[in-house]
């Protein structure tokens, strides 16, 4: 995003993963009526009822693997995830998005890295919270709309389902601001590879290809911050997210085989920061499944960063992302 000012985003983190917050971006009715007429244009594949049944591609016929479990981790741009009236666009953005899917049966994990900045079709309402329709928009602003609890977290779901043409997202955890020190005193400290030059201008301490510890007291700083005057900023802050994750999860894993009780004193401590659907039960399962596999496959929804009429966008590259969604989620029939 272009400005004259540099800013600092919020930060955020989760049972698992830490995430970033930002600016609340609210486009006009006149935008929104723009985009969603162009959205009906742009359906390019179809899986509709694929989660129950099959998909054909290249000649071949797929089913969804039904040994997937998806879960939904958001993280939210507020101090605490007050609630409020649909529609009122106040709810805050969820400005981290990653999805993780568990095969139940292989025992293995994937993370998908998905963009704040992904354009992409979700419902929007007014303040009488009347729903009005269809809009393709940041992904981010999806959570905006709803009630800032719960209904906020299903709105972000069923985008997301959507972009990713129907997927089964059976469970969410979003975070607010107040998350991180709380999780980071529960984790302790972790040691991570800068691993762009996003920070240089404003950290020099944080040089591309530095090793440093991050704790409680020096992590915001890696994690939170932007220089919104630089296009696509939230790409390469993104990339640092990523590796702060690889390296809480891998220290979230070495806690959890010490000490079971890790997780569930974790998920106790965020109560007070967390709207979530799952158990503590649940994140003690992944753990579990964490602890036995190491580190977790990783891919980014695939796509290009573009700057918007006002604000950078990201769009997805379609065809690749289709293949990746294939290959992840789908079995061959034989």
Known sequence: ?????????PVIAGVIFASIGGIVVLQGMQNM???QSGYEAEAAYDMEGSAAGTVTWNGKTYRYNDHLSNYLFLGVDKEALAETKTGYLD?????????LSWDRVEGSILVISIPRDTMTPYNYYGREEQELGRVK??????????????????????????????LPIERYCAVSLEALPVTMEEIGAVTVTIPNNSLEGKYPEYEEGTKVTLDAGNVE??????????????LT??????????AFMEQAEQQFQADPGFVTRTYEALQPYMVTNAGADQFAKLMECLARQGKPEH???PGTGVEGELYDEYHVDEDALYEMMIETFYVEEV
């Open 137 to 166: 928009g940041h992904l981010s602003l999806a959570y905006a709309y709803g009630d800032g609890k719960h209904g906020s977290c299903q709105l972000t779901v069923q985008a997301v389902s959507d972009l990713f043409y129907g």
């Open 299 to 301: 891919w980014t929804v």
């Open 33 to 35: 009526e723009e985009a």
């Open 237 to 246: 802050r993104l990339e640092r997210q990523e590796v702060f994750l690889e």
């Open 221 to 234: 700083p890696f994690i939170r911050y932007r220089d919104i005057e630089v296009s696509q900023s939230a």
């Open 1 to 9: 995003m272009k400005k004259k000012t540099i800013r600092m985003i």
């Open 91 to 99: 709810a805050g953005q969820t400005d981290a998005i990653f999805l």
